[in-house]
């Protein structure tokens, strides 16, 4: 065991626990990432029947595209799924001032692309690409933070993931954020068990899957200098570089956008047309305080007013994520949140970015930890509000 995990495996008064009960204990939480899946499995399980009854009554589609599969399955695909669905079936395209996909990263509708040679048709395979994305999510945030925190700990910090009310996105919506998570902790994981670089490679399928793919790298960045300062071994500079591969996912998009659209960056440019234009006007937020007189109604106001509110949270257990995994952790989070939140106009779809900074859930999972009662309430009142955002996507709500 390496000096880090050592440090890393203490209770939280800093006792350490290496040859101890609990020290055992963690190591069988980090192992059977299935334990995790399961419980991922579980859940979705609950969540899928509910889209299904909802299916049956026919539950309103705002897809781009005309969907095409189960009926029962119908409500997964919702807003920005179709854009997705349409570069798996139809590539890319770019006309200026009008929304197109050339705003929208590679990896995920590549990945939909070829699962629906084997499933039949984009929609259907986008759902079971996040549905897989999301269970391997769920068995490496078990791993990674099996391997820093006490087991009931780590368990909670799972359970916080896997009941946030936005975690639909991580269970059958057609959108990127299952993938990006998994592979953003798969390299996270790859980097910390000494193989910076499969590490890159799996954070270059991070980076090609979303803008924000830039705060990995970075992350990675910094762990890699992190781990060769605690462990004192000059060699490891060089062989740590191999995390830097990771950028080559939003490379590889660019040179592609050159290539095809005579523009590296046409992916940013192409945001305007949502009206997401780079700009003061999108960094201080003009259009949330233009929005707040128009919240009349209970669910649109709460619906909206949920993305600051969860941005705030986030920023809140940063400095906790630094104290307890360290600055590249606590840079990658940072980033992840911050990022985000300087490219929405009025903080909408941050509720699902933050899910990306999966350290502020191990550190709210580490302080329910020691609060029994606290989390109990915690998981039912979420998980409620997970059902109840589901069934408002499935109903073709605009949520995140």
């Not at 899928?48 to 539950?59: D, E, I, K, N, T």
């Not at 630094?322 to 992840?336: E, N, W």
Request: glycine share 12%; charged share 10%.
């Amino acid at each position: 065991m390496s000096p880090l995990h050592r440090a890393h495996l203490q209770d939280p008064r800093g006792t350490s626990i290496i040859g101890t009960a609990s020290a055992s204990a963690a190591t069988r939480v980090a192992r059977p990432g299935w334990r995790a899946a399961l419980a991922f499995l579980g859940i979705a399980a609950v969540v899928f029947a509910a889209m299904a009854g909802l299916g049956v009554v026919g539950p309103g589609v705002n897809v781009i595209g005309r969907y095409q599969g189960p009926r029962w399955l119908r409500g997964w695909a919702q807003w920005d799924s179709g854009w997705y669905a349409t570069i798996a079936d139809h590539g890319y395209d770019y006309v200026p001032g009008r929304q197109s996909t050339a705003a929208f990263f590679p990896a995920y509708p590549m990945l939909v692309r070829a699962v629906s040679v084997v499933v039949g048709g984009a929609f259907v395979a986008g759902i079971v690409v996040t549905l897989a994305s999301g269970a391997a999510a769920a068995a490496l945030f078990l791993r990674w933070a099996g391997e820093r925190l006490l087991p009931r700990a780590a368990w909670a910090g799972l359970l916080m993931l896997l009941l946030y009310p936005y975690a639909y996105y991580l269970y059958g919506a057609v959108y990127p954020t299952a993938l990006f998570l998994a592979a953003a902790i798969g390299a996270f994981v790859l980097l910390d068990h000494g193989r910076p670089w499969l590490s890159g490679l799996t954070g270059a399928v991070a980076t090609a899957a979303g803008p924000i793919g830039l705060a990995l790298v970075v992350g990675l960045a910094v762990r890699a200098v992190e781990r060769r300062q605690k462990e004192g071994d000059i060699r490891l500079a060089r062989r740590n570089a191999g995390v830097l591969v990771s950028v080559l996912g939003l490379l590889g998009f660019c040179v592609y956008l050159w290539w095809r659209f005579g523009d590296p960056l046409i992916f940013a440019s192409a945001q305007r047309a949502w009206g997401q234009g780079a700009g003061p006007r999108t960094w201080f937020k003009v259009r949330f305080f233009e929005d707040l007189p128009t919240l009349r109604y209970p669910f649109p106001a709460m619906a909206y007013l949920a993305h600051p509110l969860l941005t705030i949270a986030g920023f809140a257990l940063l400095p906790r994520v630094f104290r307890r995994f360290g600055y590249g952790y606590g840079t990658y989070a940072l980033l992840v949140i911050g990022l985000s939140c300087l490219g929405t106009k009025n903080f909408f779809g941050m509720a699902r970015y933050v899910m990306a900074a999966f350290p502020c859930f191990a550190v709210a999972g580490d302080l329910l930890a020691e609060r029994p009662r606290v989390a109990a309430a915690t998981y039912t009142i979420s998980g409620a509000g997970l059902l109840a955002l589901t069934l408002a996507f499935g109903r073709g709500y605009y949520l995140s």
